[in-house]
């Protein structure tokens, strides 16, 4: 390997550092990356778009900036890549959906917003480099990147399996080395899980702390933005970057942003960890158990305190969530009608012919799916029984988080029951597809704080390859903090560290 190539091997850290004090050129770094992600996307399918020349430009740009005597940010030179449902101003947006596109068939010729989304101006500000838009499940609903309209993400340790979902696409771009850090959206599991299949660290904030705007919306009251990155102190750094309240978005707080990158490295000890045992029930693959369960043992080691804790309306999470966001699904697509942006169907007779036919041509199986789940829990008559219902639900998982947290600091879980599962093998059983988000649905219902940290990968066997495995790690509202200084410990001791997939073109991730 090249002593250029070796740069994008850097931590996020080393490399803003190195942009900043002058030692490497940004534009030298944006040459590098894009030409890895030229010999590496067809394979991998992390981006829809990649924008070459303006990431050049933008280098460019932030090396004039340090020449001028500029302080740079903390992202300086640091590439960034973004997730398809985030405005990215005239930068093709599609939320990997046919009915944003004018063609209905190329991301290329996507929606191009007139505005940056608050997080992606903030990154933006931060003079990262913007690389491109990354692949996801059309509007975020899905659990293996595969109802992208274009094409799927492929797991970097074997792409015979998906990355999870729904923002596959960005865990790929940073597992990969295709990104150093990368944003997407949380909205039951979406960054955590995806995170935990491809061995990267992926955090959920709690709701509130970062904004929204400029996020196309798929279930209002669970949307989320947050961080990918290789590392925790890379997720902390981006995190805080994006964090805080922003007046073009009404439900995010006004709450201070801890420094999250000084937490890594803070003392832990004698923090108390929860463990709730209806998460280690039947389903649980034992080979996923066995590696979390040897994580609980190693934090234990750190001098955390283990405690047993009950959460006993996690049961109820999978249905209560599919209500929920099904039901503020069907309102916040009804936007897109074929009248004001995006695809229109051709030779309509009248204005509800253009609708149907639009919606129809546009919209993908599963996204139609969730439309008219939703549409009918909101129906007069069945209000009641399921939407009022479960948001009556969605309290007692709320409530019983509010009682686990006053036993204990943190509490630990798997991420995802299983490890990447093929391509395919869920597509035509949603039921299946839907419980792989099982153990990190009740932290978005309940608005808390998450994160994945990769824990010991699976034994190589028959043929299958070694599998990332996540650890997750879920704290009481605005305790971003206590989760980085708990993820950072452990990430110090565990087996994962510095496990990168190879590649098959004769080099590593990293």
């Not at 229109?344 to 149907?356: E, I, N, S, T, V």
């Not at 993908?364 to 948001?391: H, S």
């Amino acid at each position: 390997m090249s002593e250029n190539a070796s740069l994008l091997d850097r931590s996020m850290a080393d490399l803003a550092g190195l942009v900043a004090r002058g030692e490497v050129k940004a534009e030298l770094v944006a040459s590098l990356l894009l030409d890895r992600i030229a010999a590496r996307n067809a394979a991998l399918g992390a981006y829809l778009t990649v924008q070459r020349d303006e990431t050049l430009a933008a280098a460019r740009a932030i090396d004039e900036k340090r020449a001028r005597g500029e302080t740079l940010g903390p992202l300086a030179g640091v590439p960034i890549a973004i997730k398809d449902a985030l405005a990215t101003r005239d930068v093709p947006t599609t939320a990997a959906s046919r009915i944003l596109t004018r063609d209905g068939a190329d991301p290329a010729h996507g929606f191009r917003p007139p505005y940056d989304a608050t997080v992606v101006a903030r990154v933006r500000n931060a003079d990262a480099l913007l690389v491109g838009k990354t692949n996801m499940d059309e509007f975020a609903m899905g659990s293996s990147n595969e109802n992208s309209a274009f094409f799927p993400a492929k797991n970097p340790w074997d792409l015979t399996r998906t990355p999870g979902g729904s923002s596959g696409g960005s865990a790929v771009a940073v597992a990969a080395g295709l990104a150093h850090g990368a944003l997407g959206s949380d909205t039951g599991g979406s960054i955590r899980q995806p995170a935990a299949l491809t061995g990267t660290v992926g955090v959920k904030p709690t709701y509130g702390r970062v904004s929204r705007f400029g996020l196309f919306a798929f279930a209002s009251s669970l949307d989320q933005v947050g961080p990918f990155a290789s590392d925790v102190r890379g997720a902390a750094r981006i995190l805080r970057v994006i964090a805080g309240r922003d007046p073009h978005d009404a439900t995010s707080l006004a709450a201070p942003v801890d420094d999250y990158e000084a937490a890594c490295g803070r003392d832990v000890k004698g923090l108390r960890v929860g463990v709730p045992e209806e998460y280690f029930a039947k389903g649980l693959d034992p080979e996923v158990e066995a590696s979390v369960r040897a994580a609980l043992r190693g934090i234990e080691g750190l001098g955390c305190e283990l405690r047993p804790v009950r959460l006993p309306h996690t049961r109820y999470a999978v249905a209560t969530y599919y209500i929920i966001a099904t039901a503020e699904a069907s309102s916040n697509l009804a936007r897109y009608d074929g009248v004001r942006y995006g695809l229109r169907a051709k030779d309509a007779p009248d204005l509800g012919a253009l609708y149907a036919r639009t919606r129809a041509q546009g919209f993908g199986r599963e996204v139609k799916r969730r439309i008219m789940l939703g549409t009918y829990v909101l129906c007069a008559g069945y209000y009641d029984a399921y939407y009022l219902r479960a948001q009556r639900v969605r309290t007692l998982i709320r409530r019983d988080f509010e009682e686990a947290f006053k036993e204990v600091d943190v509490i630990a879980t798997p991420v995802s029951p299983t490890t990447a599962f093929r391509l395919g093998e869920r597509t035509e059983d949603p039921l299946a597809m839907y419980l792989a988000d099982i153990y990190t649905l009740p932290a978005s219902l309940a608005g808390v704080p998450a994160l994945s940290v990769p824990c010991a990968p699976t034994a190589p066997r028959d043929g299958t390859p070694s599998l990332p495995v996540g650890l997750h790690l879920v704290a009481p509202p605005l305790e971003e903090s206590r989760l980085f200084a708990l993820a950072h410990a452990w990430e110090q001791i565990s087996p994962a560290r510095g496990l990168r997939p190879s590649l098959g073109d004769g080099g590593s991730a990293r």
